[in-house]
């Protein structure tokens, strides 16, 4: 698939305006690795092919498990996720499909059972973000399979 616009050339404010979200998540203190099952689960919602590419390389690099990764989509089922983890899947899967049901009640009193009212407001934003993500990449074709994880530190 051919890319139609490198959004990140044509308008870098776009782009750097994304990463400063980035930022903001990389700092906040939730768990990296919840983060990763989050960007993952929202990206296989959405079909976005390029950031399933990056974020499961992400993972992978971050010392996640390929069963962890291979599992998600059906979550539910598998007995890899804490109970944390799984409120937030709950939760991601609720904002990322927000006209199925607008963040039910019932959702919202499980992850409020696993996350602070701070963690809560950071992890809804790890989920705007990556469904931003999502619509940039899906919208625009971002080409997809050269990304690299950053080397670890």
């Given at each position: 698939?051919?890319?139609?616009?490198?959004?990140?050339?044509?308008?870098?404010?776009?782009?750097?305006?994304?990463?400063?979200?980035?930022?903001?998540?990389?700092?906040?203190?939730?768990?990296?690795?919840?983060?990763?099952?989050?960007?993952?689960?929202?990206?296989?919602?959405?079909?976005?092919?390029?950031?399933?590419?990056?974020?499961?390389?992400?993972?992978?690099?971050?010392?996640?498990?390929?069963?962890?990764?291979?599992?998600?989509?059906?979550?539910?089922?598998?007995?890899?996720?804490?109970?944390?983890?799984?409120?937030?899947?709950?939760?991601?899967?609720?904002?990322?499909?927000?006209?199925?049901?607008?963040?039910?009640?019932?959702?919202?009193?499980?992850?409020r059972e696993q996350f602070k009212e701070k963690?809560?407001?950071?992890?809804?934003?790890?989920?705007?973000?990556?469904?931003?993500?999502?619509?940039?990449?899906?919208g625009f074709r971002t080409e997809v399979g050269?990304?690299?994880?950053?080397?670890?530190?």
């Amino acid at each position: 698939m051919t890319s139609r616009v490198r959004f990140d050339k044509a308008a870098p404010g776009v782009i750097q305006a994304m990463l400063g979200l980035e930022k903001y998540l990389h700092d906040c203190g939730l768990e990296s690795s919840l983060l990763h099952l989050v960007q993952m689960r929202a990206s296989q919602i959405n079909g976005c092919a390029y950031c399933l590419d990056m974020h499961s390389k992400d993972a992978r690099a971050a010392g996640e498990t390929e069963q962890r990764l291979y599992l998600l989509s059906a979550w539910r089922e598998a007995p890899f996720y804490s109970e944390r983890e799984r409120a937030a899947l709950e939760w991601t899967e609720a904002l990322t499909k927000i006209t199925e049901g607008h963040a039910p009640e019932a959702v919202y009193a499980l992850v409020r059972e696993q996350f602070k009212e701070k963690e809560l407001a950071d992890l809804s934003l790890a989920i705007v973000a990556i469904n931003g993500w999502n619509r940039m990449a899906i919208g625009f074709r971002t080409e997809v399979g050269g990304y690299q994880p950053a080397p670890r530190k």
